[in-house]
């Protein structure tokens, strides 16, 4: 299959990569304690590559990143991808007992703006402020069009069952969009069991038309990630996070097979457009079903015009 021949969605990329992001709030950012531990430990090999001190550790993610949303546009239509997935990327230092990152509604709605359509937005879900957040979801699918939440349950102590997250189900139930929540461990230094993709369960059956998406392919516990999509109607999932070259076999093999060619969603995290679409298409999956995982499964689910 060719680069371009299908034009693909990323269903989690990050506002950084529309190059949003100052330097003095990068460094806010990798001055917690999470971020300092994650340079020294998953991105330790990235750095030395790079030749990058560990107190300019935040230019491991921002060298991937474009500097305007017009040069990450011109990637877009370079490679083949028609949209991106842009949310507040609500992310919580336990350390620091504040947001390590968040980007307000109004942010993201003007990357939106200046996309022309290429950006789909996605709000955030603070569950230390329930009701604050709930108003700001509302407020950015009802006035700005947004599609869908994403939600990092783990920087918050709280795994996908926990109480203080059910005010968020409601509500996207409410407002008949899709909730995206990492599932698995993290690159920072943050409670992996709470990260099991099995918390979902319970979550699935308490809201069985509420539309789930687990993201970061659930590692280690793929097992688990795929039990969940293949088990529940509304459970999808999405394989961001990971460069496509090192998914597990069973990943792959369930991209590929009848459940999974219709429930996992591309994604980048924000590790290159260029490198993970190509990437992505060199795997050993049949064509039609990487059609399916690049595009048609985000345009059926998140309810797309194409």
Request: glycine share 8%; with cysteine.
């Amino acid at each position: 299959m060719e680069l371009k021949e299908v034009q693909a969605i990323d269903t989690m990329c990050r506002p950084g990569y529309a190059g949003i992001i100052t330097e003095k709030e990068w460094k806010e950012t990798w001055s917690t304690y999470e971020s300092e531990a994650a340079v020294k430990g998953t991105f330790g090999g990235v750095l030395k590559r790079l030749g990058v001190a560990p107190e300019d550790g935040w230019k491991v993610i921002a060298s991937s990143y474009k500097p305007s949303v017009e040069e990450m546009i011109a990637e877009m239509d370079e490679i083949g991808v028609e949209k991106v997935f842009m949310d507040q990327q609500m992310i919580w230092s336990r350390h620091e007992h504040r947001l390590a990152t968040g980007f307000t509604v109004e942010r993201i709605a003007r990357i939106m703006k200046k996309a022309k359509g290429r950006v789909i937005g996605g709000a955030g879900y603070n569950p230390f402020r329930i009701e604050e957040s709930l108003k700001d979801i509302e407020r950015a699918v009802k006035k700005y069009g947004f599609k869908y939440v994403w939600f990092h349950p783990t920087s918050f102590g709280c795994a996908p069952n926990d109480r203080k997250c059910y005010p968020l189900y409601a509500k996207c139930l409410e407002l008949g969009i899709p909730v995206s929540l990492q599932v698995g461990h993290s690159a920072e230094p943050l409670p992996s069991e709470i990260g099991r993709p099995m918390y979902a369960d319970e979550v699935a059956m308490d809201f069985p038309n509420l539309v789930m998406v687990l993201t970061h392919t659930g590692w280690p516990w793929i097992d688990e990630w795929i039990s969940m999509i293949w088990r529940h109607p509304n459970v999808y999932g999405n394989i961001g996070a990971y460069f496509p070259s090192g998914l597990h076999k069973a990943t792959v093999d369930f991209m590929d097979g009848a459940i999974g060619r219709t429930k996992v969603f591309w994604a980048t995290n924000g590790f290159g457009l260029t490198r993970c679409k190509k990437e992505f298409l060199d795997l050993p999956i049949r064509d039609e079903n990487k059609t399916r995982i690049l595009r048609e499964n985000a345009i059926r689910v998140f309810k797309l015009e194409s």
